[in-house]
């Protein structure tokens, strides 16, 4: 989930940036535009740090199983055809 503090933070900068009759509504405008950012921000299909790091680990074992896989099956192959032309050669 999204950081509250961040979410405070973005929107007071907002508020800095604000033409000074718009900041003279005070807190209210400030309020509002948390609410609006906690709003939108929540729609969004975002994953935190700690959640990215795990996946990305994840997919470096993955990839990394993977590329034994198929060294394993490039072996077995290799020995396979191997075996099959012995056979041809006794035949």
Same mark, same amino acid.
């Given at each position: /989930? ?5 979410? $405070? ?8 940036? /604000?033409?000074?009759?718009?900041? $003279?509504?005070? !807190? ?8 609006? #950012?906690?709003?939108? #921000? ?7 740090? +700690? ?12 990839? +990394?199983?993977?590329?034994? /896989? $198929?060294?394993?099956?490039?072996? #077995?192959?290799?020995? #396979? $055809?191997? !075996? !099959? ?7």
């Amino acid at each position: /989930m999204l950081d509250p503090k961040k979410i $405070e933070q973005i929107a007071r900068q907002f508020h800095n940036v /604000m033409p000074k009759g718009v900041k $003279e509504f005070g !807190d209210d405008v400030e309020k509002k535009l948390r609410t609006v #950012l906690q709003s939108q #921000l929540s729609k969004l299909d975002l994953v935190n740090r +700690e959640e990215f790091d795990i996946q990305t680990q994840v997919l470096l074992r993955t990839r +990394e199983k993977l590329a034994a /896989m $198929e060294q394993r099956l490039n072996e #077995l192959e290799a020995r #396979l $055809e191997g !075996d !099959d032309k012995k056979n041809q050669q006794v035949e």
